[in-house]
């Protein structure tokens, strides 16, 4: 098999695998949350999770239009995060993936479910349950809200992405920096970080 294919493939597994779990152990956390708060702070936490979706969808945007030119000069003099910003933007297919298809979907699913809780919450406020009037309205128009400010919000982060490109992911790169030296979380394997060294090297 050819090589790029395999690890393609293999990349593609390694992110099916890890949406399934982030979707689940998302899905659970935002459900027992919702389940014991007043509708209001509910539907706060459904603004919140719509506004996730929205930045990591930016960042992967932004990933795939910087160019990392401007930041050979920073990882050169050692400023934190300029060497990460190298490495997503070398990486900007999988970091883009990540952002826009794992995070991003799965905030999509979630706000969608966190909705339909608070829905029923409000209804049942009024004495109505499921299946109601009042809850096919609610359902109607909470969840047209949240499509309407998802869309649109994702718009709107679509052309920050593009036109700010250079300082989003060096902001993403100083919070990589900050979370792989304090605390010690690999972000970046080994096997891309000298990928990314050798070709600097070749420049």
């Given amino acids: 098999m050819n090589p790029n294919i395999k690890r393609s493939l293999k990349f593609s597994l390694t992110i099916a695998v890890i949406t399934f779990v982030l979707a689940a152990i998302f899905s659970v956390i935002s459900s027992s949350i919702l389940g014991g708060v007043v509708w209001f702070v509910g539907l706060f936490i459904v603004l919140l999770i719509v506004l996730i979706g929205i930045l990591f969808d930016m960042m992967g945007i932004a990933a795939t239009a910087a160019d990392e030119t401007p930041f050979h000069a920073m990882a050169a003099e050692r400023v934190p995060g300029a060497k990460e910003a190298v490495m997503i933007v070398r990486n900007a297919d999988r970091f883009a993936s990540f952002c826009n298809d794992v995070i991003g979907d799965i905030s999509g699913i979630v706000s969608g479910t966190a909705t339909a809780i608070v829905v029923l919450q409000i209804a049942n406020l009024f004495g109505e349950g499921d299946g109601s009037t009042l809850q096919i309205i609610l359902s109607v128009v909470l969840t047209s809200i949240v499509a309407a400010l998802t869309v649109g919000g994702k718009a709107l982060g679509k052309y920050f992405g593009i036109n ?16 792989e030296n304090k605390l010690k979380i690999t972000v970046f394997s080994n096997t891309t970080k000298n990928k990314t060294r050798n070709k600097g090297q070749t420049r």
């Fill in 164 to 179: 700010a490109s250079t300082r989003i992911i060096f902001f993403a790169g100083k919070v990589i920096s900050l979370v």
